[in-house]
């Protein structure tokens, strides 16, 4: 079992920022062709990091996905979570991305989490107030990381993160009893 999250560091984060492979997925891709759209490309998506953004959000918590490639299958998954927070393949990176979403709503890098396993995160966790990876995440993210969690990606990593903010943020049980 990780560490728990500290508690001030948790309080902070209004933003919760998810890279797509290798954190919401296993970071395999099913690619083939399709004539009519000129594209294939299949993900799988792990129903309990869905149930773990409902809890994010419930809580007040925006949700971001951030990647580094276009991908219409990720786009569907956040339409089906109602994550309207999106940056898919920007030229400008990651970070960009998530520097724009904070200052429409007028929030600052400390004030958000991101979860993320590769190379192209560590621009993102470097200044972000919370930076978690996941399991599996490369050597330099997990030494980036404040958390790292003990579930790979795809497998539950995003609920097993939720959850370990939530606690920390004293409202796991609160949310939990909502479905009781």
Request: net charge negative; charged share 25%.
């Amino acid at each position: 079992m990780t560490a728990p999250l500290d508690p001030r560091r948790a309080k902070a984060v209004r933003l919760v920022s998810l890279d797509v492979d290798g954190v919401l997925t296993d970071g395999s891709l099913w690619t083939g062709w399709d004539p009519a759209s000129g594209s294939f490309e299949m993900r799988r998506f792990n129903a309990l990091d869905g149930m773990a953004i409902r809890l994010l959000q419930r809580a007040g918590l925006v949700i971001a996905f951030l990647s580094g490639k276009r991908s219409s299958a990720v786009l569907i998954r956040a339409g089906e979570l109602e994550v309207e927070d999106v940056s898919l393949g920007a030229p400008e990176g990651k970070l960009a991305g998530l520097q724009g979403m904070l200052a429409r709503r007028g929030w600052t890098l400390e004030q958000a989490a991101h979860m993320g396993d590769d190379l192209s995160d560590l621009a993102v966790m470097e200044r972000v107030g919370l930076p978690v990876a996941v399991v599996g995440a490369v050597s330099e993210v997990r030494a980036c990381a404040a958390w790292v969690g003990t579930v790979r990606g795809g497998e539950g990593a995003v609920r097993e993160f939720a959850k370990a903010l939530l606690v920390a943020r004293g409202e796991w049980e609160g949310l939990v009893a909502e479905f009781r």
